[in-house]
């Protein structure tokens, strides 16, 4: 697994979650990566005092934060603005639909530090964008093989091609039991130790079948017959028919995976 991360244009061109962002100041700086799902409310960085403030988290400024810096006086503002933006900071955001005021926006826009707004309140914005950032930097693999539902459980079927596990998982979606994906899923790890498995969106509820070509389960079989996503993944590898490997842990996955790949190539 590499390290993951998003990009601060990810933010702006969210359409799920509801973020709402846009673009105040600092567009050279979009490119910048986030590696945590923390977020910061600079408090007393904005009085000068910054021994504890961690740049590489969102910085959120809501209507206190404003309100102090349009207080205060303005040369005094621009000081302890100036020396904030001094750190490598990933991004300023304003929530309540703020107006951030003129030398806030400056001194982003010359440091290169997005500054972005939102019509959210602070507490709900918060919540929604700890809960993107939470879902998009999950540990994540890419495995080939089919995930079906099977009575509640998760099963990950693995092996070489045409060994036929899209045959095994139609058989399975006959019987009642519903696909979450075939050919690409990708497994996220949610803390502390659950997986869970879905399909590349542009397949989604698709089977490919030998003789057949390519097949829509959901058309075919109806809403019942398919999942979005699967938890308690448990799955099983095959190698010329025959059941190999059984596990639900990720570091045994994805390091049985890796074996797989090495000596059977998928």
Request: proline share 5%; glycine share 8%; charged share 20%.
């Given at each position: 697994?590499?390290?993951?991360?998003?990009?601060?244009?990810?933010?702006?061109?969210?359409?799920?979650?509801?973020?709402?962002?846009?673009?105040?100041?600092?567009?050279?700086?979009?490119?910048?990566?986030?590696?945590?799902?923390?977020?910061?409310?600079?408090?007393?960085?904005?009085?000068?005092?910054?021994?504890?403030?961690?740049?590489?988290?969102?910085?959120?400024?809501?209507?206190?934060?404003?309100?102090?810096?349009?207080?205060?006086?303005?040369?005094?503002?621009?000081?302890?603005?100036?020396?904030?933006?001094?750190?490598?900071?990933?991004?300023?955001?304003?929530?309540?639909?703020?107006?951030?005021?003129?030398?806030?926006?400056?001194?982003?826009?010359?440091?290169?530090?997005?500054?972005?707004?939102?019509?959210?309140?602070?507490?709900?914005?918060?919540?929604?964008?700890?809960?993107?950032?939470?879902?998009?930097?999950?540990?994540?693999?890419?495995?080939?093989?089919?995930?079906?539902?099977?009575?509640?459980?998760?099963?990950?079927?693995?092996?070489?091609?045409?060994?036929?596990?899209?045959?095994c998982a139609l058989d399975l979606v006959i019987?009642?039991?519903?696909?979450?994906?075939?050919?690409?899923?990708?497994?996220?790890?949610?803390?502390?130790?659950?997986?869970?498995?879905?399909?590349?969106?542009?397949?989604?509820?698709?089977?490919?079948?030998?003789?057949?070509?390519?097949?829509?389960?959901?058309?075919?079989?109806?809403?019942?017959?398919?999942?979005?996503?699967?938890?308690?993944?448990?799955?099983?590898?095959?190698?010329?028919?025959?059941?190999?490997?059984?596990?639900?842990?990720?570091?045994?996955?994805?390091?049985?995976?890796?074996?797989?790949?090495?000596?059977?190539?998928?």
């Amino acid at each position: 697994m590499n390290t993951i991360s998003l990009s601060i244009k990810d933010l702006l061109d969210d359409k799920v979650y509801g973020l709402d962002l846009k673009l105040f100041a600092g567009e050279k700086g979009l490119s910048h990566r986030l590696y945590s799902s923390r977020i910061q409310k600079p408090g007393l960085a904005l009085t000068g005092y910054t021994e504890h403030l961690h740049p590489d988290r969102l910085q959120v400024l809501g209507n206190t934060e404003i309100s102090y810096l349009r207080q205060i006086p303005e040369e005094s503002a621009i000081v302890y603005i100036e020396k904030l933006c001094t750190f490598p900071i990933s991004c300023f955001i304003v929530t309540k639909g703020l107006n951030p005021p003129a030398f806030l926006k400056k001194a982003a826009e010359n440091a290169g530090i997005p500054l972005l707004g939102t019509p959210h309140q602070s507490s709900t914005f918060i919540s929604l964008i700890t809960k993107f950032l939470e879902e998009s930097l999950l540990p994540t693999t890419h495995i080939h093989g089919v995930l079906v539902d099977v009575l509640g459980v998760g099963v990950l079927l693995l092996g070489k091609s045409g060994i036929g596990k899209s045959e095994c998982a139609l058989d399975l979606v006959i019987r009642g039991h519903r696909l979450v994906a075939d050919d690409i899923i990708h497994v996220k790890k949610k803390m502390p130790a659950a997986l869970v498995g879905q399909a590349a969106e542009t397949i989604q509820y698709h089977m490919e079948i030998r003789g057949l070509g390519i097949i829509n389960i959901k058309d075919l079989y109806g809403v019942s017959s398919i999942r979005e996503k699967k938890s308690s993944i448990w799955f099983s590898s095959w190698l010329n028919g025959i059941p190999i490997r059984n596990t639900t842990d990720w570091e045994s996955m994805t390091g049985f995976i890796q074996f797989l790949v090495s000596s059977y190539p998928i």
